[in-house]
């Protein structure tokens, strides 16, 4: 038997299933915040492997859940997917009824600048930005300034611990610092989704509990949708469902 050739066939049936899928046209509700429709993702070429397969998902406005699974399985794969850094070979992926996948690179930019905050586990710091400055930089992107703009930027330095680093620089800053000041940049100019990749993965359980609280609370007041991705049972067991994703596709835990 030849290897290549099964995967190839492999994956052109998760291609084909999820096309089919897609054409069969799953109900498409505009009162979801999110919704991912049969999304498909392959890399490789004609030999590479199916990384996603029909993958769905809907998180309503208000709501947090958790995806969870073992490294390679395609967690980072579909975060970038939602974050419309990447597109699906065939599915719909749709944030308030617009599809991702069917908007140019330039419409994607502007949704993730206007719609999307993000908590990387690399963190993302201005090096010559100061902290205050770092957690403005999404309502400035978004032409926000002025006495509202800095009293937003000192509510969540105060909510994350470090009002009095505003003056401050990312290098002068201990890795859970700036973790707890990635966050209050994301939030900063009340996205309606927030996509957060081990947000707590540099914290001490303290801190942890009170970034995990921080985003619950936020997402819940701007009537947001939340998506944490990690490895901590704690962080997950703070979101309102958890989902598993696994080589067999993405369940719920119950």
Do not use: W
């Not at 930027?153 to 990635?182: K, T």
Request: glycine fraction near 8%.
């Amino acid at each position: 038997e030849n290897p290549g050739a099964a995967r190839t066939e492999a994956r052109e049936i998760c291609s084909l299933a999820s096309q089919a899928e897609r054409t069969a046209g799953a109900p498409i509700n505009l009162a979801h915040m999110l919704q991912l429709i049969a999304v498909s993702k392959s890399f490789g070429g004609p030999a590479g492997r199916c990384v996603l397969d029909r993958v769905a998902l809907t998180v309503v406005p208000g709501e947090y859940v958790a995806i969870v699974g073992e490294s390679g399985v395609g967690k980072s794969t579909l975060l970038n997917l939602i974050a419309g850094l990447d597109v699906p070979d065939s599915g719909q992926l749709l944030l308030e009824g617009r599809d991702l996948a069917r908007l140019g690179e330039d419409e994607r930019t502007q949704v993730r600048r206007t719609r999307m905050g993000f908590v990387f586990q690399a963190f993302h710091l201005l090096p010559h930005l100061s902290i205050a400055r770092n957690v403005a930089l999404p309502l400035a992107l978004n032409g926000q300034a002025g006495r509202a703009a800095d009293d937003r930027v000192m509510e969540l330095l105060e909510a994350v611990g470090l009002a009095d680093r505003a003056s401050s620089f990312p290098r002068e800053l201990s890795g859970g610092e700036s973790q707890r000041v990635a966050v209050a940049r994301a939030l900063a100019h009340r996205p309606a989704l927030v996509l957060a990749d081990e947000p707590t993965g540099n914290l001490d359980p303290d801190n942890a509990a009170m970034i995990l609280e921080l985003l619950r609370a936020q997402i819940r007041r701007d009537n947001a949708a939340g998506i944490l991705v990690t490895h901590s049972a704690a962080a997950a067991a703070s979101t309102d469902r958890v989902y598993e994703l696994t080589r067999a596709g993405l369940t719920l835990r119950t």
